[in-house]
Antibody, heavy 119, light 110 residues
Framework: QVQLVQSGTEVKKPGASVKVSCKTSGYTFTNYYMHWVRQAPGQGLEWMGI????????RYAQKFQGRVTMTRDTSTSTAYMDLSSLRSEDTAIYFC????????????WGQGTLVTVSS | QSVLTQPPSASGTPGQRVTISCSGS????????VSWYQQLPGMAPKLLIY???QRPSGVPDRFSGSKSGTSASLAISGLQSEDEADYYCAAYDDSLNGYVFGSGTKVTVL
């Protein structure tokens, strides 16, 4: 079955960077887009951006432009999200979520990765 | 603030019908399809409704979605205790060139 398995909890200091991975299985990695969505504690969902694993093209939410980089490794069917210049407001659970190209809905989602930014 | 507006909470007794609204604008719901997600406590979101009113296989037919103009709604009929969760709407926004989510609605089964 389709699975998206994310890397584990991270604790970072302000100003540092974090790289979260999303390892996929059960489908052809390059046939589906991958999105990243985050959720601050007790808050709602916030879309960060999208990567097309087929050619590596990306589009980021304006809020994260310049701080986020989404990449993929087709040899391991893994997507990555790198967020730099971390601040306390970046403390959140980060999810990867798959989209069948052009359908505009997300299914399934990874289990989430908690990133805590604290001095 | 979220671009899509949802009521913060909704509640009902077992067996009742609960409806959650999602209000947007011409750049998002007005031009694009809506999806809904259920997030159980401590879990990742799960797709509940796609393309306004379609249910993925495995989602009970107690859940239904609709869209009219710049608003959408999710209805849960025959409310059950396991429906206690947070529910989010989502849509693509042409002005932002990205996806927007609703603020989320917490459903409580009394």
């Amino acid at each position: 079955q389709v699975q998206l398995v994310q890397s584990g909890t991270e604790v970072k200091k302000p100003g540092a960077s974090v790289k979260v991975s999303c390892k996929t299985s059960g489908y052809t990695f390059t046939n589906y887009y991958m999105h990243w969505v985050r959720q601050a504690p007790g808050q709602g969902l916030e879309w960060m951006g999208i990567i097309n694993p087929s050619d590596g093209t990306t589009r980021y939410a304006q809020k994260f432009q310049g701080r986020v980089t989404m990449t993929r490794d087709t040899s391991t069917s893994t997507a990555y999200m790198d967020l730099s210049s971390l601040r306390s407001e970046d403390t959140a659970i980060y999810f990867c979520a798959r989209e069948q190209a052009g359908t505009r809905w997300f299914d399934p989602w990874g289990q989430g990765t908690l990133v805590t930014v604290s001095s | 603030q979220s671009v899509l507006t949802q009521p913060p909470s909704a509640s009902g007794t077992p067996g009742q019908r609960v409806t959650i609204s999602c209000s947007g604008s011409s750049s998002n719901i007005g031009r694009n399809t809506v999806s809904w997600y259920q997030q159980l406590p401590g879990m990742a979101p799960k797709l509940l409704i796609y393309t306004n009113n379609q249910r993925p296989s495995g989602v009970p037919d107690r859940f239904s979605g609709s869209k009219s103009g710049t608003s959408a709604s999710l209805a849960i009929s025959g409310l059950q205790s396991e429906d206690e969760a947070d529910y989010y709407c989502a849509a693509y926004d042409d002005s932002l060139n990205g996806y927007v989510f609703g603020s989320g609605t917490k459903v409580t089964v009394l």
